[in-house]
């Protein structure tokens, strides 16, 4: 029972970041943040890095969503980031890397991503040209 619990919520914590991964691809590059930083780790959890890059990302999906970048916030993305880390490294204990097919899951995450990225900015360019068409008139 518990290893089914840890599975379902190891999934919602997996759905969480491909959320995350999408608000953050629609954003633009904070000019904030250094881009040569973002391989620096911010937090080590049994041996696995977290880096200022993940850190990063996360804080822009956020501030894109209304929220202020501020210390408090990024501490407790970082604290979210850590418990994440700790629940996907007892789920590799327990095996489950072994019942999920991570490179299929992986392509076709890639791909909504993508997807959803040039759906985005497919429909971005139309409404820019229907409100250009509608100034004319």
């Not at 590059?29 to 959890?45: C, G, L, N």
Request: proline share 3%; aromatic share 8%.
């Amino acid at each position: 029972m518990l290893h089914k619990q840890l599975f379902i919520f190891a999934l919602c914590v997996l759905a969480g970041l491909a959320h995350l991964s999408v608000a953050s691809a629609q954003s633009k590059v904070d000019s904030k943040t250094d881009p040569k930083s973002d391989y620096e780790f911010v937090a080590t959890v049994n041996g696995s890095p977290i880096t200022q890059g993940l850190l990063n990302l996360n804080v822009r999906a956020l501030t894109n969503q209304g929220q202020k970048d501020t210390p408090e916030l990024r501490q407790a993305i970082k604290e979210d980031l850590i418990n994440k880390e700790l629940i996907a490294q007892e789920a590799t204990k327990l095996g489950y890397a072994k019942e999920i097919d991570f490179p299929d899951q992986i392509t076709q995450l890639k791909q909504n991503l993508l997807l959803q990225a040039f759906l985005e900015e497919h429909f971005k360019k139309r409404a820019y040209y229907r409100c250009e068409d509608a100034r004319r008139v």
